[in-house]
């Protein structure tokens, strides 16, 4: 069964949501969302709905999508510092490391979460962290072609 850990912008694309969702309950997949990008995806949510956000909708929404909130742990912790220590080694000194940090410290966090775990990760952004640290990672196109395979099978 393969495991997919995905990031804020796949939650946006309702209908390959709701395919993710046929396929978690077909048993072919499972899919995580990490705390922090369910955190994200929020606060995201209460900005644009203003006065009219609701929680309970989000709450019923990520129970009707069977998907796994993930927290993140000391293992996933431990796992972040030894990929920082990679990552910074490899982009410094043509890069500040802590101004890398800053920029793309949720991103560093997933492919930590991804990596530690085995996970693959579902994300369309870009940056040489993706490249360094991730073995296994799909953009949304990739995942598209690969759901139309499963449902082939």
């Keep these: 069964m393969s495991e997919l850990l995905v990031d804020t912008n796949i939650l946006w694309q309702h209908s390959l949501r709701n395919r993710l969702t046929e396929h978690i309950r077909s048993g072919q997949l499972r899919v995580y969302v990490p705390t922090i990008i369910h955190a994200e995806r929020v606060r995201q949510l209460a ?36 990929l920082w220590r990679d990552l ?28 530690s775990r085995g996970f693959t990760l579902v994300t ?16 949304t196109g990739e995942l598209e072609s690969w759901l139309v395979s499963l449902d082939d099978e």
Excluded at 49 to 78: M, W, Y
Excluded at 89 to 114: G, M
């Design 88 to 115: 910074k080694s490899a982009v410094e000194p043509a890069i500040d490391a802590n101004d890398y940090w800053r920029r793309n410290s949720i991103d560093i966090l997933l492919c930590a979460v991804a990596r």
């Design 47 to 82: 900005d644009s709905k203003g006065e009219t956000f609701a929680i309970d909708v989000v709450r019923q929404a990520v129970a009707q999508s069977k998907f796994n909130l993930l927290p993140f742990t000391t293992d996933d912790a431990e796992a972040l510092a030894d």
């Design 124 to 139: 369309d952004d870009r940056g040489q962290h993706f490249d360094l640290l991730v073995p296994e990672r799909l953009h």
